[in-house]
């Protein structure tokens, strides 16, 4: 008996266990059976608290069972030392948890991000556990910083909402002078400390104002045309009633129109071409004659083999101011009868495709092409050489040679571009992550725009660089060395010319000089014309 009450005092269950049993063999005895059983009891709490503790690392719960234990007998001693570990590792954890939320929290409090710093001493202060003797004082250093975090961030978003105030008043201001670039950069500004209603239609409407002032401009002072520049100056005041530069451009309009009538009065008419015409809706643009150096010098970066260089000399002729469009395409598509399957008898290459099918922004339903919702302005596209030809054949005109595109497109320019030595994506539409000539990226929209979104060229044509590439009258073909005159290309060929470049392109094939083929049929997302008449 002694030898079992020894084992089972210092803990040792199983030993305590085996003695009374043995007991039991000499004298037999209700108090033995319950001894053994308590014996059995412990062995499993034990067992249980020593896998929470070892296994699980559940120090808290192999506490609670190390106690149970004490609480059947409080003279065992392991379980008693073990209460004192996990105490130690309980501790230990807290404090490792407590501090490493602390320095998260100090170190978003130096960075200003006061909300994330208040989150983060409220995780330490989780982790303190409330029978801690120093609880008071741990709390109270925490509260402190989080009273320190709630004021500087108010002072932070008071601040805030000042420069938000400032930003916006700026723009304002810029807006009613007529200065939209200052506007534009002050509304964004406004917007990068959080979002405001309104502002993103505070810019749309500056881009807008910036796109009729650029053409407004252009033709006052490129073209001399008063009228429309005037007219575009009215459209801007309809935007910004307060615009000090529109007002003052609409008077000198007025007056240069004066002037302009009283000059005509006191001199003998001279038969010009007219500067514009009109073919079936579409405004076509007089392009005076002249020479020019066709293709580009081998330095020109992104200079290909295909473009050498020679003279030539073209007579007076007619192009389209804008691609055509898909409002534009459809009249066609109506006025000759052609129906879903999209096929005419082209003169001179019989039944061909005109359009492909996959194009969704012209439908055919009930017996009638319409633009698709929102679409009517946008250039037409995945139109063959075919389609092109047929339409300019109806409309009493012709698609331009590759000369006469190429000399359009420069407008008395040598650069590789009418804009310069570079093409940025705020002057035309095309794949801003490939740029030219290692300049700086621009957009990438992955869409065509409608014609007329860009400011034109000298000569008052629109996106001859980028949005969709156009169709040639030209069978492509090497250039003549020698200086020719109104030259066609090649008398045959396998694929037609396309210039321009588009929408998915790279700026390099949106060069004045830059030339490309496909086969007539051909069909593609990004193919467009414009067109072209002989005086």
Same mark, same amino acid.
Do not use: H, T
């Given at each position: 008996m002694q030898m079992a009450n020894d084992c089972f005092d210092k803990g040792d269950y199983e030993c305590a266990k085996r003695n009374y049993n043995n007991l039991k063999i000499y004298s037999s005895s209700t108090d033995i059976d319950a001894k053994i059983e308590l014996c059995n009891k412990c062995i499993i709490i034990l067992a249980a608290a020593n896998n929470l503790f070892s296994e699980k690392k559940d120090y808290k719960e192999a506490k609670n069972k190390y106690k149970e234990l004490i609480a059947i007998n409080r003279k065992d001693s392991y379980a008693i030392k073990q209460i004192e570990v996990c105490d130690a590792i309980i501790t230990s954890i807290w404090k490792a948890l407590y501090e490493e939320h602390l320095v998260k929290g100090d170190g978003f409090y130096r960075n200003k991000n006061y909300q994330a710093a208040i989150e983060e001493y409220n995780q330490a202060l989780r982790q303190i556990p409330s029978n801690d003797p120093n609880i008071s004082e741990l709390k109270n250093n925490i509260n402190s910083k989080i009273e320190d975090c709630k004021k500087e961030k108010e002072k932070q978003e008071e601040q805030i909402k000042k420069q938000q105030i400032d930003y916006l008043k700026r723009a304002n201001d810029c807006f009613d002078k007529g200065d939209y670039e200052c506007a534009k950069t002050n509304y964004s500004n406004q917007k990068t400390f959080g979002s405001s209603t309104g502002i993103d239609a505070k810019i749309e409407l500056c881009n807008k104002c910036i796109n009729f002032l650029t053409v407004a401009n252009y033709l006052f002072s490129e073209k001399k045309d008063y *009228? /429309?520049? *005037?007219?575009?100056?009215? /459209?801007?005041?309809?935007?910004?009633?307060k615009d000090p530069h529109a007002k003052k451009q609409i008077e000198l309009c007025d007056k240069n129109l004066t002037s302009k009538v009283v000059s005509n009065t006191n001199q003998a008419a001279k038969p010009t071409p007219q500067t514009s015409i009109t073919l079936q809706g579409v405004k076509l643009l007089f392009i005076k004659g002249g020479t020019f150096t066709m293709g580009s010098p081998a330095s020109e970066p992104k200079h290909e083999s295909n473009e050498t260089q020679h003279s030539v000399t073209l007579s007076d002729f007619y192009l389209s101011e804008k691609a055509i469009t898909n409002e534009q395409y459809c009249r066609f598509l109506n006025a000759k009868g052609i129906k879903g399957n999209r096929e005419f008898n082209v003169s001179g290459f019989g039944n061909q495709e005109l359009i492909s099918a996959f194009h969704k922004e012209v439908l055919f339903a009930d017996g009638t092409w319409r633009p698709a919702s929102g679409k009517s302005n946008f250039?037409?596209? =995945?139109?063959?050489?075919f389609g092109a *030809?047929?339409?300019?054949?109806?409309?009493?005109? =012709?698609?331009p040679t590759e000369a006469e595109w190429e000399y359009a497109c420069r407008a008395g320019t040598t650069t590789p571009f009418y804009t310069g030595n570079n093409l940025t994506t705020s002057q035309a539409n095309y794949n801003g992550n490939y740029p030219y000539n290692n300049n700086a990226k621009g957009t990438y929209l992955e869409r065509t725009q409608p014609v007329g979104s860009y400011a034109p060229n000298a000569w008052g044509l629109y996106d001859m660089h980028g949005n969709v590439f156009e169709w040639c009258n030209d069978w492509y073909g090497d250039y003549k060395t020698d200086a020719v005159t109104n030259p066609q290309g090649p008398s045959s060929g396998s694929s037609r010319v396309l210039r321009g470049g588009g929408h998915i392109y790279y700026a390099s094939k949106c060069r004045s000089a830059s030339r490309y083929n496909k086969l007539p049929h051909d069909t593609y997302f990004y193919y467009g014309f414009r067109m072209a008449k002989s005086l």
């Open positions: *009228k /429309e520049a *005037k007219s575009k100056y009215q /459209e801007l005041l309809s935007l910004n009633a250039p037409i596209a =995945r139109v063959s050489w *030809k047929a339409y300019c054949d109806w409309a009493g005109g =012709r698609l």
